[in-house]
């Protein structure tokens, strides 16, 4: 039983569009939300969102909790190419260590040029 | 400023032989961690480390082991390969204060 929710599971689009990936959890005494983004390898760090209803920007990317509905977004705007790759949504327990993450099943984002 | 590294990239097994995948951190990051990821799934927790000669189970720690004896390493140890242990490995660490840092991962395959 999945504690964390993506959808859409895969997305295709073109340069230029606005994208909105969706994160859904069921993780009870919740610490924080985590987004990273895998493209070949290693899954990198994009945000950690703590506080509901607070945007964290960077760039193009930015990202919102809604901690009463339990969800959070991550906008990609003016999509490139390069922002091809598979974008992980995480959920740390409260009480839990920073790395004890429960992961999603990713969006798949594909951008064509 | 190597941060995590992993070796091997890439290992085939067959059924039944043993294998360690190497993790080793620069960043004196005393929390160290073992996932898995299968195609088309999330990353999985096989197990963690707070600290030299402290590890703990994860959610999928079923034939695997753990040991840490340095700051540095946390190698993860398969005994007896199954088809089902067929993934991609990826270690992490952290300090505390901050989100996990990634190695670039092993692709286990298992025939």
């Known amino acids: 039983e999945d504690k964390v929710v993506q959808s859409p599971l895969s997305l295709v689009v073109h340069e230029g569009d606005t994208v909105t990936l969706n994160c859904s959890y069921e993780v009870t005494n919740f610490r924080s939300l985590l987004w990273y983004k895998q493209e070949k390898k290693a899954p990198t760090f994009l945000f950690m969102l703590?506080?509901?209803?607070i945007e964290k920007k960077s760039g193009r990317l930015s990202s919102i909790l809604d901690k009463k509905e339990l969800f959070s977004i991550l906008n990609i705007t003016a999509t490139q190419t390069g922002d091809s790759a598979i974008y992980l949504c995480a959920v740390i327990p409260r009480g839990s260590t920073l790395g004890r993450l429960y992961f999603g099943r990713g969006t798949q984002l594909t951008v064509w040029p | 400023n190597a941060g995590v590294t992993q070796t091997p990239k890439f290992r085939i097994l067959k059924i039944g032989q043993s294998m360690t995948l190497q993790c080793t951190q620069d960043?004196?990051?005393?929390?160290m961690y073992w996932y898995r990821q299968d195609p088309g799934m999330g990353l999985k927790l096989i197990y963690y480390?707070?600290?030299?000669?402290?590890?703990d189970k994860g959610e999928v720690p079923n034939g695997y082991n753990v040991s840490r004896s340095t700051t540095e390493d946390f190698p993860l140890r398969l005994e007896l390969a199954a088809p089902s242990q067929t993934s991609v490995y990826f270690c992490?660490?952290?300090?505390?204060?901050?989100?996990?840092?990634f190695g670039n991962g092993t692709r286990l395959t298992v025939t």
């Open positions: 703590t506080s509901s209803g």
């Open positions: 992490a660490s952290t300090g505390g204060n901050s989100p996990l840092h």
């Open positions: 960043m004196n990051h005393n929390y």
């Open positions: 480390s707070v600290g030299a000669g402290i590890t």
